[in-house]
């Protein structure tokens, strides 16, 4: 792929910049633990956590940059952070 | 047509000449009278441009950077603690790919405080993808903006440039420059066509951010540039000189260097200084010749290598010095001069406006000749 000179482009190239790849850490989520609270939502930095088809949350690894503020901050302990191997 | 006047207001006519759209630039001696100048033909209407007033050198640079990515052609000019502080917008200026021209009229930098003339301050951003031409004379510095507006505006440059002259030596002197006239200049240099623009109506963002799987391929980038650049500075001076009669499409110069056994390097106006010494020696049968580095960056290794290999012991003066190493030229000629055996000695010389004298070119000459290491010339008594 040939380079943009002055590295410049179009508005809207934040989404192809995948933040996913800074990842050290992962975080599981444990639908058994989960209460739904959606605090991990609020708090995610990226915005990157959001509510599935059956209300749980869960993360966009393609995004998610593995701060662990959601398994911090989680109430029923209920997201792990998992060292990932790439 | 020739004119006597003082090398700042020479280089402000130059710069009127070059129809630049938006100057935005900070007072700093010894650059004042540049700026000063350019102010006045603004106010009078000499001069169609934004003269954007700002509070420091940081906030120049950076309206200048903003006003080149918008499509203008554009100026500043600078020195010393001023362009230390354009630090940062230097670099994002060649990152974003900006053909910006900053005259730097060459002083020291503190501490401690000094006003006069060494050439610290541009070879301290060496490294930050800008060209760097440095003049002689106040001709020489005059016709380098006509050259470098046409070099950073080609598309396969795009690259900033500092023209940098030395500051009071050639800034504050009256000599005679012939001033290119409106019809030449605009016969030379086409009107600013930039690659790409901010427009409202297309947006684009410059200078974006590149992980580390591109960014290390956005420096490649600059640097292929910045070699680029050679060859265009090449073809530039050719056709300036076909038109004007003025020769500047070397990047480096020789002066009685075909036969020279010591050869001096060495950039700036010093180099007259060195040429009346060459010729004092010469007619006391010495063979002592000058290679001048007009063309810092990009750096003109081969063209140095090649005009340096008959020389018998080689003398590269420094009119600055990276600390805990060597003077910035002598280790790059070193350096283009690798696999050689000439002997190439460095001597740092003239920090901050200590005057350089025709017996201290010679003595330099006769160190070289001793083989005299690497080293501080002219120190006073008192740090030995």
Not at chain 2, 77 to 97: D, I
Not at chain 2, 238 to 251: C, I, Q, V, W
Request: hydrophobic content about 40%; charged content about 25%.
């Amino acid at each position: 792929m040939a380079l943009a000179i002055g590295c410049r482009a179009k508005p809207g190239k934040s989404r192809d910049n995948k933040t996913g790849s800074w990842r050290v850490f992962k975080p599981v989520f444990d639908k058994e633990k989960c209460t739904k609270c959606g605090l991990c939502m609020t708090l995610c930095p990226e915005g990157c956590i959001h509510q599935t088809d059956e209300e749980f949350v869960e993360p966009d690894y393609t995004y998610c940059k593995g701060c662990g503020i959601c398994a911090e901050e989680c109430p029923g302990e209920g997201i792990a952070m998992q060292q990932e191997e790439k | 047509m020739l004119e006597i006047t003082e090398g700042s207001h020479a280089v402000a006519e130059a710069v009127r000449l070059c129809r630049p759209q938006v100057i935005s630039a900070y007072p700093i001696t010894p650059q004042t009278h540049i700026v000063e100048a350019l102010a006045d033909m603004v106010a009078n209407c000499q001069l169609d441009a934004e003269y954007i007033t700002v509070e420091n050198e940081l906030s120049a640079l950076s309206a200048c950077v903003g006003a080149s990515a918008a499509g203008s052609r554009v100026y500043s000019a600078t020195t010393s603690q001023g362009l230390a502080l354009m630090f940062e917008v230097c670099f994002n200026a060649a990152g974003m790919r900006l053909p910006i021209v900053m005259t730097i009229a060459n002083r020291a930098l503190g501490a401690p405080l000094s006003i006069w003339n060494d050439q610290q301050d541009s070879i301290s951003l060496r490294d930050s993808g800008w060209l760097q031409f440095y003049a002689e004379d106040n001709q020489e510095a005059t016709d380098l903006h006509f050259i470098a507006y046409k070099v950073c505006e080609d598309h396969s440059v795009l690259l900033p440039a500092m023209i940098c002259f030395d500051g009071f030596i050639l800034s504050h002197v009256y000599e005679p420059v012939d001033m290119l006239s409106q019809e030449d200049v605009d016969r030379y240099l086409p009107a600013f066509t930039p690659y790409q623009r901010l427009d409202a109506a297309d947006p684009i963002s410059f200078g974006m951010y590149a992980t580390p799987e591109y960014y290390h391929e956005f420096r490649y980038e600059i640097d292929n540039a910045a070699k680029r650049a050679k060859e265009v500075i090449k073809k530039a001076g050719k056709e300036f000189n076909t038109l004007f009669g003025r020769d500047y499409s070397a990047m480096v110069e020789g002066y009685r260097l075909d036969d020279a056994e010591t050869a001096i390097v060495a950039m700036g106006s010093i180099c007259g200084t060195i040429k009346d010494a060459i010729d004092e020696m010469r007619e006391e049968g010495m063979k002592v010749g000058l290679l001048k580095i007009r063309v810092f960056r990009p750096f003109p290794s081969e063209e140095i290598a090649q005009a340096l290999s008959r020389a018998k012991h080689i003398a590269v003066l420094d009119k600055n010095i990276s600390l805990g190493a060597k003077g910035a030229l002598a280790m790059e000629v070193r350096d283009a001069l690798y696999g050689s055996t000439i002997p190439v000695k460095g001597y740092v010389i003239g920090l901050g406006g200590r005057d350089v004298r025709k017996k201290d070119i010679k003595e330099i000459v006769s160190l070289a000749q001793k083989g005299a290491n690497d080293q501080f010339y002219g120190l006073r008594r008192e740090v030995l």
